[in-house]
């Protein structure tokens, strides 16, 4: 087996190789569990590096990083005699089938044939706000993507700062302008101006509930599903239970339930409902959210419902043209724009050179609402024609287009274990058959 990656260390992908301490994760440790046949796995990992750590402990991504990295090199240690694993610092540029044998083509060295193909190539970087001139994109002030490293070291300790989004990425990004003393105003923009709701302090792993029953019966539409969600949440209040409980019933069948929509009920969701799901189920750990809830109080970070018109360069900074939610408008100097936006998901516009030979070749196609790549039921990517691959998956945040849920480590690791398991079984058919 062989693993391309061209960044220094493996397995830490865009959320995982922060090293800012305040970059905590946004999952409780006793639901971080990329091996699903051995629940607990990583918080038993972690009591060797921190010995009070609980179910609902929330630490450091940082540490999960390290684990993942022992564990990929651990599971190749076990394998057969026969199994290896290859670790190349290239990054792959195409993927091309040849005479029936698919082929790699990696920056520098020389084609590689395989039997399998995982495309894991991770999120994609955020899409550039509305309106930005050429000038402001090409500007120092402004930061494209703030995953980047290095980005808060460029902006100066007073500036104002304008955040483009209010979710977690800009939790994130204002946690990195502190660790890197800044201390001037902050001010994030976003259509509707909602934070992330928060986690809640536990010294145990939250409590499990049953999906609502509701849900099974219902209607596939998504104010059925709500009115369904809605009166779950207020019969757990009235139970003493709390609204995230419910929340985390959700998750075994979120992906069933998504897939019974409709493409048209899907779209009416992401129009409507998605920010609400969003900073409903993409929580906070409750130590960061109480150091926003302060930055907010102080007024040092103000969130302001608006969307983002134009942002231009000049000589005293950055000008954005805000249209204001309810209506009016306004306009923003500030030292420094911090693109907060998210990952995108439109594949038109990535400058990833495979995922564009992929999608340019047809081997890979958009799902109708761009949220991702259209694959099987176990992670075969699917052409444009229809055809559904034997030789090529897909594992990570894109199989949204068809699961909904594939962004958190529970969902990731069942899709990468349904895919592996799928790879096995085709490859020991062909080797029994000699095909």
Known sequence: MVIFEPAEQVGRGTAYRTLNDAHLLNIPVG?????????????????AVVPDATGGSFVPRRLFATYLEELLFRAAKLGTGRATLEVRRERVLRVRERDGVMELDPDGAPPLPAERVVLATG??????????????ARDRRFVADPWQPGWAARVPREAPVLLVGSGLTMIDAVLELRAAGHVGPLRAVSRHGLLPESHRGLSHDPVR????????????????????????????????????????????????????????????????????????RHRSPPEV?????????????????????????NEAGLLVRLALRGGGAEEVVAGAVINCTGPDT???????????SLLESGMIRQDPLRLGIETGEHGEVIGRDGAQSRTIYYVGPMLRACWWEATAVPELAEHAERSADRILEGLTAERLTGS
């Open 346 to 356: 439109d594949l038109s516009r990535a400058d990833d050179p495979l995922v564009r």
């Open 289 to 313: 959210a109480l150091r926003i809830a302060v930055l907010g109080a102080k007024r040092t970070l103000r969130i302001t419902a608006a969307r983002v018109q134009s942002i231009d360069a």
């Open 209 to 280: 509930l049953p999906p609502p029953a509701a849900l099974e019966a219902m209607q596939p539409t998504t104010h059925g599903y709500l009115r369904a969600i809605r009166d779950a949440m207020d019969d757990a209040t009235e139970a003493g239970r709390d609204w995230r409980d419910v929340m985390a019933s959700l998750r075994p069948v979120t992906a069933p339930l998504w897939r019974r929509l409709p493409l048209r009920e899907r779209a009416r969701f992401l129009r409507h409902m998605r920010v609400w799901w969003d900073t409903h």
């Open 123 to 136: 999120h994609l970087p955020p899409a550039l706000p509305p309106g930005l001139t050429p000038s402001a």
């Open 31 to 47: 639901r971080m569990n990329p091996v699903p046949s051995e629940p607990g796995h990583f918080l038993k990992w972690l009591r």
